[in-house]
C-alpha cells in the first residue's frame, strides 16, 4: 500500500483504528517552531514557524514510520542474500522525503542518486514493487533489471535512482530546463550527498541553472559521511550551502520533518521566480554507507545512539503528536504494529514473484529496435532480435 | 589449418578497365576518380539531353546508361509527384504520353540537379527538424551568436530565438548532462560537441545516464537525445584533437551511432537521429562539412529521412568488397577507380551506421566478391573494422578466398608534423595497396608464386 496523501480518502481495508485515527484527524491548521533557526546564505530565510495539521503530522508519523520499516526489513534481506549486490539505506533520513513530499506536488520532479528506496515509496511508489525490485522479480518497478540503484517512477516526477555520484545534479537542471522550456510552473530537487558535493559537474550545472535561471533546488542531504570520508577529510568548505557562491542557500535541520516542509516550500516559490537555491539538509543515516559498511570503523557506536536519541525524526514526531494530542501512545504503537504488518505482507507478496523472462534480457535496449540483431555470450547459441 | 580453395579466381589480365555506376547515376569517367561535386545528371543538363540516346560518353553502354538516368529521372520526379500534377494540368492525354514524361522528367531534373555541402545538409536538416517539432532545441559551445564554431548551426539563433538555441558554456559534463536531463523529461535535445574529443568530458553522461537509461528502467525513461559534432582527424590539430570515437561509441549497448559520408547521408541521417527515440551519437567530420555532394529534389523534400543501421552500397563491383564510413568513403572511392583501371572490381560500402552495424549488407557483399578490406581512420585496436572482420568471419568463413584485411589510423598518437600525419592516417594508396594483396596481386607475393 502507497503512503497517505494529503487527501482523507483512505481504502476501507485499513484497519478501524488506524483508519479513525486519520480519517477522523482534522486538517485545523496548527502552528509549530521548527526546532533549530535556518542559517541563510544571500537570501532572507523564511519563518521559523510551520503551518501543519494533526492529519499532516500523524501522517508524518505513519509514512516515516513505514519507510522505517522498510529499509530495516530490507537489511534482514540483504543479510538473507535476497538482495544482491548495492543497498543503500536511508533510515535516519526520513524527514528529508517526508518534509520535501509535504511541500511539493507530483508535477514537480525529484531526482536522487543510489539511496533512493525511500523517496520512491514518497512519490507513490508502492511496498510490493519496492521490494520486488530488490529482490530482482519482474514485479519490480524496473522489472527487476534496474536493482536498489535504479528505482523510477516518471508519471508521479520520480527520476531515479542514479549509481553515478554527482550525475544527477546536472540531470536534475536538465529537468528544470525542460520544465521551464514547457512553460509547466514546476520545479525539480535534485538530491546528493556531502560526499557529492564537491563534484566539479556539480558546479557546471549551477552555474547554467544560475545563468538561465531555471527552477532548480539542489538539495545537499549532508550525512557528515561520504561513503568511510567524514565530510571535515573531503571538503576544505563543509558549509555545502554556501558553496554557491551566487546562489543563495539554506541550511536545514533534516531531522525535522516541519523545517524540511517549511524550506522545500520556500526554495520552490523561490525558484520558480528567481532561479536556483541550495538546501543543506543537516541529517544522518544509521546504517553504514551501504550494506558492504557497517558503518561502524569510521565513526563511534555512542555517536550514532547519539543522534539516535535526541534527533531521530520519527521520535520527534511522536513527541509532538503527543504534546498536541493527537493521539495515544497507544495508538501509535498500534499503527507501528500495523506498518510492521504490512512490510511483512508485502515482503511476502514479493518473495512469490518470478524472476524476469530470460527473453528481459535483449528487451528495452533501445525504444525502437529497428529489427536489429543483439547477442549473447555465445553468439551462435543466443542471439535475438530487437523489437 | 587446410585452407577452403578460392570460390572464384578472378583473372584479370590488364584488361580495359570497365566504367562503374554508382547506384545513384554518377558514373566514374576515363579521367579516373568520381569528384564529389560533379554529376552526370549535371553534366548532362549543360552538354545534352540526358534523354538523347546519342549521349555522348565514353562508355561502351551508352544508350542503355541514357535510358537508365531516363528512369531515374522519371523516379525522381514521380517522387515529388510532379508528374501526376503536371499531366493533370495540362492533360498527359493530348500528348504522347512518352513525351510528356520527357517534359516532365527535364523539368524535373533541372530542380533535382543540384549540389549542396554537407554543412547546408546539416543546417538545412536542423533547421526543418527544429520547425517541424517545437521539442527540439540545440546546445553546445558557440552555437547560437557565432553561428557555430563550423557554421552547422548558423541561422538557427535568429529563426528559432536564444530559448531553443543555448549557447553553453565551455562545461561538457554540465551541458551534456542538462541536456540528457531534458530527454528525461521528454524534450529533444541536439547537444553539439564542438569536437568529439570533448565528448569524454560527458562520456559519463552519454553512456551511464543516457545509453542505458530505457534498459534500467525497464521502458520508463527514454532519452531522445541527439549528441553530434566533428570527428575523427582535422588537418593538423595534434593528437588531442584527432581521435575517432566511432569504436568507443559503437561498443555501447543503449546507443546508436552514425556516420554520414555525402550531404544526402547528412541529411537524411541526421533527421533520423533527431526522430528516433534513442539516444544518437552523431559523429560528423569537420573536413567534410565544405565538401558538395549532389542531391536529388527527394533528398531536399523535408520529409526526407534514411533508415539507421543500413548501410549504402557507394560502388557496385565483384572483386572486394571495400567498407568505410566518413571521409574514408571518399577514399574508398578513389581507391575503387584506381583498382579499376588494373582490372580489379571493387565494391564499396559506406557503412553510414556504425551502431546498428548492417552485418547483413556486409556479408551479403563479402559472400558476394570473397574479399573484404576494412577502412577506418580511428585507431587499429578494437577499432570499427576488428568487429566487421570478426562478423565476416563468423558468418562468411567458408566464402573468403583471402585473410581479411584492415587499413586503419595508425597506432600513434596523431603527430603534428605534415609528412608524420600523412602517415598516421590512411591513405588511397593503402586500401588499393591492401585490396590487391587480397587479390593476390601484391608485387611482394608475385615473386613467391
Given amino acids: 500500500m502507497a503512503l497517505t496523501r494529503r487527501s482523507l480518502h483512505l481504502h476501507l481495508i485499513r484497519p478501524i483504528f488506524s483508519a479513525r485515527l486519520l480519517t477522523t484527524a482534522s486538517t485545523s491548521p496548527i502552528s509549530i517552531e521548527t526546532s533549530l533557526p535556518f542559517t541563510a546564505h544571500n537570501i532572507d530565510p523564511p519563518s521559523r514557524s510551520v503551518q501543519t495539521s494533526p492529519h499532516e503530522l500523524l501522517s508524518f508519523f505513519r509514512d516515516m514510520v513505514l519507510m522505517r520499516r522498510m529499509e530495516i526489513a530490507s537489511d534482514s534481506l540483504y543479510k538473507a542474500k535476497l538482495i544482491r549486490g548495492f543497498c543503500h539505506l536511508y533510515d535516519g533520513q526520513e524527514a528529508v522525503a517526508i518534509g520535501m513530499e509535504a ?20 512519490r507513490g511508489g508502492t511496498l510490493v514493487e519496492a521490494f520486488a525490485e530488490l529482490m530482482g522479480r519482474n514485479g519490480g518497478c524496473s522489472k527487476g533489471k534496474g536493482g536498489s540503484m535504479h528505482f523510477y517512477k516518471k508519471d508521479a516526477g520520480f527520476y531515479g535512482g542514479h549509481g553515478i555520484v554527482g550525475a544527477q545534479i546536472p540531470l536534475g537542471c ?65 558549509a555545502y550551502f554556501k558553496r554557491g557562491d551566487y546562489v543563495p542557500g539554506l541550511k536545514v535541520d533534516g531531522m525535522d520533518a516541519l523545517a524540511v516542509k517549511q524550506a522545500c516550500k520556500f526554495a520552490k516559490e523561490h525558484a520558480l521566480k528567481n532561479g536556483p537555491i541550495i538546501l543543506e539538509m543537516d541529517t544522518y543515516r544509521y546504517h553504514g554507507h551501504s550494506m558492504s559498511d557497517p558503518g561502524s570503523t569510521y565513526r563511534t557506536r555512542d555517536e550514532i545512539s547519539g543522534i539516535r536519541q535526541e534527533r531521530d525524526p520519527v521520535e520527534r514526531v511522536r513527541k509532538l503528536i503527543l504534546a498536541h494530542d493527537l493521539a495515544t501512545e497507544k495508538e501509535m504503537k498500534d499503527t507501528e504494529k500495523e506498518v510492521r504488518k504490512e512490510v511483512d505482507e508485502a515482503i511476502a507478496k514479493a518473495k512469490e514473484m518470478p524472476s524476469p523472462d530470460p527473453s528481459e534480457l535483449f528487451t528495452n535496449v533501445y525504444v525502437k529496435g529497428l ?17 | 589449418m587446410h585452407r577452403a580453395a578460392p570460390r572464384q579466381r578472378q583473372e584479370h589480365n590488364g584488361e580495359q578497365a570497365v566504367p562503374h555506376r554508382y547506384t545513384d547515376g554518377r558514373v566514374s569517367t576515363q579521367r579516373g576518380g568520381c569528384s564529389n561535386s560533379g554529376s552526370i545528371t ?11 540516346p546519342t549521349l555522348k560518353r565514353s562508355s561502351p553502354n551508352g544508350s542503355t546508361l541514357s535510358r537508365f538516368l531516363f528512369w531515374e529521372l522519371y523516379r525522381e520526379a514521380d517522387m515529388l509527384g510532379v508528374l501526376r500534377r503536371e499531366v493533370a494540368c495540362q492533360g498527359a492525354h493530348a500528348w504522347g504520353l512518352e513525351q510528356g514524361l520527357r517534359v516532365i522528367a527535364s523539368r524535373a531534373l533541372s530542380s533535382s540537379a543540384k549540389a549542396m555541402t554537407v ?60 541536456g540528457v536531463g531534458a530527454a528525461y523529461y521528454g524534450l529533444r535535445p541536439v547537444i553539439e560537441f564542438m569536437t568529439f574529443n570533448f565528448s569524454m568530458q560527458a562520456i559519463d553522461h552519454i553512456i551511464n545516464s543516457a ?185 562468411s568463413f567458408e566464402y573468403l578466398d583471402a585473410a581479411v584485411e584492415r587499413i586503419s589510423g595508425a597506432d600513434v598518437p596523431m603527430p603534428y608534423a605534415a609528412n608524420l600525419e600523412r602517415m598516421a592516417v590512411p591513405q588511397v594508396e593503402d586500401i588499393v595497396r591492401a585490396a590487391k594483396r587480397t587479390c593476390y596481386r601484391s608485387t611482394a607475393l608475385a615473386a613467391t608464386a
Avoid at chain 2, 154 to 174: F, M
Fill in chain 2, 42 to 52: 549535371e553534366e548532362g543538363m549543360h552538354k545534352s539531353s540526358p534523354l538523347n
Fill in chain 1, 103 to 122: 511541500a511539493i506536488t507530483r508535477k514537480d520532479c525529484i531526482i536522487t542518486a543510489y539511496r533512493d528506496h525511500c523517496l520512491y515509496l514518497g
Fill in chain 2, 211 to 395: 545509453a542505458k537509461s530505457n534498459y534500467m528502467s525497464s521502458g520508463q525513461i527514454s532519452v531522445p537525445i541527439v549528441f553530434r559534432g566533428p570527428d575523427g582527424a582535422a588537418a593538423g590539430v595534434g593528437a588531442q584533437h584527432s581521435q575517432c570515437y566511432a569504436a568507443w561509441f559503437g561498443a555501447c549497448p543503449g546507443l546508436k551511432v552514425l556516420t554520414p559520408y555525402s550531404s544526402e547521408d547528412a541529411r537524411g541521417l541526421l533527421k533520423a537521429a533527431i526522430r528516433d527515440p534513442d539516444p544518437v551519437v552523431f559523429l560528423e567530420n569537420e573536413l567534410l562539412y565544405g565538401e558538395s555532394f549532389p542531391v536529388s529534389a527527394e533528398v531536399l523534400d523535408s520529409s526526407f529521412c534514411l533508415p539507421i543501421g543500413k548501410a549504402k552500397i557507394e560502388r557496385e563491383g565483384k572483386d572486394v568488397t571495400i567498407t568505410a564510413f566518413s571521409k574514408m568513403v571518399g577514399y574508398a572511392l578513389q581507391a575503387g577507380d584506381i583498382l579499376a583501371k588494373e582490372g580489379i572490381s571493387a565494391e564499396v560500402i559506406n557503412l553510414r551506421s556504425i551502431r546498428p552495424l548492417d552485418r547483413a549488407a556486409i556479408n551479403a557483399s563479402v559472400r558476394k566478391t570473397n574479399r573484404l578490406v576494412t577502412v577506418e581512420e580511428g585507431f587499429p585496436q578494437h577499432g570499427v573494422g576488428a568487429e566487421i572482420c570478426a562478423s565476416v568471419l563468423e558468418d
Fill in chain 2, 119 to 178: 554543412r547546408d545538409a546539416l543546417n538545412s536538416a536542423l533547421d526543418e527538424e527544429m520547425s517541424a517539432d517545437p521539442k527540439v532545441f540545440v546546445m553546445g559551445e558557440e552555437v547560437g551568436e557565432y553561428q557555430g564554431a563550423y557554421k552547422i548551426t548558423k541561422g538557427l539563433l535568429d529563426k528559432y530565438g536564444p530559448e531553443r538555441v543555448l549557447d553553453a558554456p565551455i562545461t561538457e559534463a554540465g551541458f551534456a548532462g542538462i
Fill in chain 1, 371 to 387: 529489427g536489429v540483431e543483439a547477442f549473447g555470450a555465445d553468439r551462435k547459441e543466443l542471439r535475438a532480435v530487437l523489437p
Fill in chain 1, 174 to 238: 536538465g529537468l528544470a530546463f525542460a520544465q521551464k522550456y514547457s512553460k509547466d510552473d514546476s520545479v525539480s530537487f535534485m538530491m546528493y550527498g556531502d560526499g557529492a558535493a564537491n563534484q566539479g559537474q556539480l558546479f557546471e550545472a549551477l552555474n547554467m541553472a544560475a545563468l538561465w535561471d531555471l527552477p532548480a533546488i539542489l538539495v545537499c542531504e549532508n550525512n557528515h559521511y561520504g561513503m568511510g570520508t567524514a565530510e571535515w577529510r573531503a571538503a576544505k568548505s563543509p
